[in-house]
């Protein structure tokens, strides 16, 4: 018979372990000089898609000196460009380039290959187990 865990008990283990895991996935990455925050720079604009710099900093939840630094080292590398914003002279849009939705592509690839990797010196059961975690897990995440 299943053991009950009390919610609190599990929120706290769960949580700790969510963390270790995606710590770790963020940390596989290919062979490259982009930093973990460029790199999230790069992936917000590929999420959200084109936004200003003040835009991209308070998604990023970083100052705007500090998002003039990230995204002039995502320009230097044609990550990024610029394009005048439609209404506003004085603003532009970033957006993420060809070359720097490949590069998103490329660490979400040795991401997904390191985590199969791991998935797949699991038992069959221990796999089913977490295949059924992660729906219960995108449930909780949507409400």
Do not use: C, Y
Not at 54 to 83: G, H, S, Y
Not at 109 to 136: G, Q, Y
């Amino acid at each position: 018979m299943a053991k009950r865990v009390p919610a609190g008990q599990l929120a706290g283990v769960l949580r700790d372990s969510l963390t270790r895991l995606n710590r770790r996935v963020r940390q596989t990455r290919p062979v490259g000089d982009l930093t973990a925050t460029q790199l999230s720079a790069l992936a917000s604009l590929e999420l959200a898609g084109a936004m200003t710099p003040r835009e991209l900093a308070d998604a990023e939840r970083v100052r705007p000196p500090t998002m003039t630094k990230i995204v002039a080292r995502l320009e230097e590398r044609q990550l990024v460009q610029r394009t005048p914003h439609p209404t506003d002279r004085r603003q532009v849009i970033l957006a993420a380039t060809p070359a720097g939705r490949e590069m998103l592509a490329q660490f979400e690839r040795a991401r997904e290959e390191w985590l199969a990797r791991r998935l797949a010196e699991l038992t069959a059961e221990e796999r089913e187990v977490l295949r059924r975690a992660a729906e219960i897990l995108r449930r909780v995440a949507e409400s």
